[in-house]
């Protein structure tokens, strides 16, 4: 019997296809939902995906979820910290709390979840998958909170890389640029809500940038690379005899990663023009 995985944000998108592609290799996958509904849909995926309840900004939740698994007596092998979330809207006006609950999910929650289900790895060993964005390495105006948040989580996984190496186990980082995702619809509507919320004092220019936003996240969300490029990744992290440090995951994400290592007069000129920003 093959051992079992554990995958937070579960419920949609990376997360779920993660699960399904994990069960029907013969993985237990225990998916990571945030409600009793999630939970039924998962369930449903396939015979080997077992939901749990998890919210990650919850650390006795996060407490349960170990417990359960725990008792579950399926071995764990791997962790895959998916989670996410996207907010938006122009720094100088972003609500202070809408960082840290940007940071709470992204990067808190992330470490929160592996740092409590590393006991569990079978024999000592096994994977870590975090799945990260090419935002962690080029940031973008107007969804700062999300960069940052990515440029963290890619700070913390490659030094959790090389503190977990000499116990055999391997962490690596999921990079892809757009995905077909909800992440997207949910981010749109946070970006919307901020627009509405800019007030009378607010830079005039900020209103055509956020409308702009909207317009590439709309273009982003149907022009997406499919989610399953991003899951076959993290099964391929997981089960890979030599798993990469990085998956940098798509014709977007390369091209960003080029233009990230630009002179910054270059990197700005580059953004402004593909965002249309005067």
């Not at 973008?140 to 909170?145: D, E, K, L, S």
């Not at 022009?223 to 099964?235: L, Q």
Request: charged content about 20%.
């Amino acid at each position: 019997m093959k051992p079992g995985i554990a995958i937070s944000g579960a419920s949609s998108g990376i997360g779920a296809a993660t699960a399904l592609l994990l069960a029907e290799k013969g993985y237990t996958a225990f998916a990571g939902v945030r409600s009793d509904d999630d939970a039924r849909r998962a369930a449903g995926l396939h015979a080997n995906v077992r939901p749990i309840l998890l919210d990650v900004t919850d650390q006795s939740s996060i407490e349960r979820a170990v417990d359960d698994v725990s008792k579950s007596g399926v071995a764990i092998a791997g962790i895959v910290s998916n989670a996410g979330i996207a907010i938006g809207g122009p720094l100088e006006r972003l609500p202070i709390a809408e960082l840290r609950r940007q940071f709470e999910v992204n990067v808190f929650g992330a470490v929160a979840l592996v740092q409590a289900f590393l006991p569990l790895l079978h024999g000592g060993r096994g994977r870590v998958v975090f799945v990260g964005s090419i935002s962690g390495r080029l940031a973008t105006p107007y969804i700062g909170p999300y960069s940052a948040s990515k440029f963290a989580l890619r700070a913390l996984s490659d030094a959790m890389r090389i503190e977990l190496a000499p116990a055999g186990i391997a962490v690596s980082l999921i990079e892809p640029g757009s995905v077909k995702t909800p992440i997207w619809g949910k981010g749109r509507k946070t970006a919307a809500d901020m627009a509405s919320q800019l007030g009378d004092r607010t830079r005039e220019h900020y209103r055509a940038a956020l409308e702009r936003v909207v317009a590439i996240t709309e273009s982003e969300e149907r022009d997406g690379m499919p989610v399953a490029v991003v899951s076959n990744a993290i099964v391929h992290a997981l089960c890979a005899r030599r798993p990469r440090a990085h998956y940098l995951l798509g014709g977007s994400a390369r091209m960003g990663s080029v233009v990230a290592v630009l002179p910054p007069a270059l990197r700005d000129r580059a953004i402004r023009a593909s965002m249309r920003i005067p």
